[in-house]
């Protein structure tokens, strides 16, 4: 059986002792340092290929493990400034909707200075805009001292008036429901009538006769007549007159200047 063995592993076996006579013989002249010997030289050609090239796969495995670190770095590096640029942009969509708003309170406060009644500021909570119906939902209600007949303003001019009103919320009639009649005046012939809504989000001046001064541009107020609105509110502006031949009447329409489809905030007037 041993015979066997050392038969079967007799190079394995010859190999480790001339690897272990080597290793002696270094040990026994490592004193003598100056100068190598011709087999120490044999020995050192053999070995110096082999350990240059461990030494480069050595190498060649760091740099890969190297790079490999480096990569994850720069992922979660990439990573971080991702959540960055997405915070900032959060941030700068934030701050220029509060910039908006900020410029929109305070040209609806503007307004409460300037209009002589009391008023109430209302946000629009809510919109129902059918065919037959054009109304808005606000955020104020009786227990705010808000009324049905209350007229409503915006800082460009008049919305229309409160038709419903809940604790909390009320109900809004826009100036442009073909249900809504605010008394009118044209602001530079003193022209009266009734502006009516139509639809397409425009208004008409109803009840104009033909004999009327009313021109495309002029500019619509509210007359004070039947005490809802305060005299002299803008309403709109004349797009077009049209003087039928037969008739005691003209045709005027107008374009509101409040873009209701835009609106946010009004006044409440409590009168």
Same mark, same amino acid.
């Given at each position: 059986m041993m015979f066997d063995f050392f038969r079967k592993h007799a190079f394995r076996i010859l190999a480790a002792g001339i690897l272990l006579g080597? $290793?002696?013989?270094? /040990?026994?002249?490592?004193?003598?340092?100056?100068?190598? #010997?011709? =087999?120490?030289?044999?020995? $050192?050609?053999?070995? /110096?290929?082999?350990?240059?090239?461990?030494?480069?796969? #050595?190498? =060649?495995?760091?740099?890969?493990?190297?790079?490999?670190?480096?990569?994850?770095?720069?992922r979660k590096e990439n990573e971080r400034l991702r959540k960055l640029v997405e915070r900032l942009s959060r941030e700068v969509v934030e701050n220029r909707e509060a910039l908006h708003s900020n410029e929109r309170l305070k040209q609806l406060l503007n307004l409460k200075d300037s209009v002589p009644s009391p008023s109430i500021a209302a946000s629009i909570i809510g919109e129902d805009v059918t065919p037959w119906f054009r109304t808005v939902i606000i955020d104020r209600g009786a227990v705010d001292g808000v009324r049905?007949?209350?007229?409503?303003?915006?800082?460009?001019?008049?919305?229309?008036?409160?038709?419903?009103?809940?604790?909390?919320?009320?109900?809004?009639?826009?100036?442009?429901d073909h249900a809504s009649a605010i008394a009118a005046t044209v602001q530079r012939s003193r022209a009266r009538g009734v502006v009516k809504g139509k639809?397409?989000?425009?208004?008409?001046?109803?009840?104009?006769?033909?004999?009327?001064?009313?021109?495309?541009?002029?500019?619509?107020?509210t007359s004070g007549i039947g005490g809802v609105f305060p005299k002299g509110l803008p309403i709109g502006e004349v797009t077009m007159v049209k003087k039928g031949e037969y008739g005691i009447f003209q045709t005027v329409e107008l374009r509101p200047?409040?873009?209701?489809?835009?609106?946010?905030?009004?006044?409440?007037?409590?009168?």
């Open positions: 080597a $290793l002696l013989f270094f /040990s026994l002249n490592l004193r003598n340092r100056e100068n190598s #010997n011709t =087999f120490e030289r044999s020995v $050192l050609n053999v070995v /110096s290929p082999a350990g240059g090239a461990a030494s480069r796969a #050595n190498g =060649f495995v760091s740099g890969i493990w190297d790079t490999y670190i480096s990569l994850i770095g720069v049905e007949g209350m007229p409503v303003i915006a800082a460009s001019g008049v919305v229309g008036r409160i038709v419903r009103v809940a604790a909390n919320s009320s109900r809004l009639l826009l100036l442009t639809s397409g989000g425009i208004c008409s001046l109803d009840f104009s006769q033909r004999g009327e001064d009313v021109k495309a541009g002029d500019i619509i107020v200047y409040v873009s209701l489809s835009r609106l946010e905030e009004v006044l409440v007037l409590v009168r």
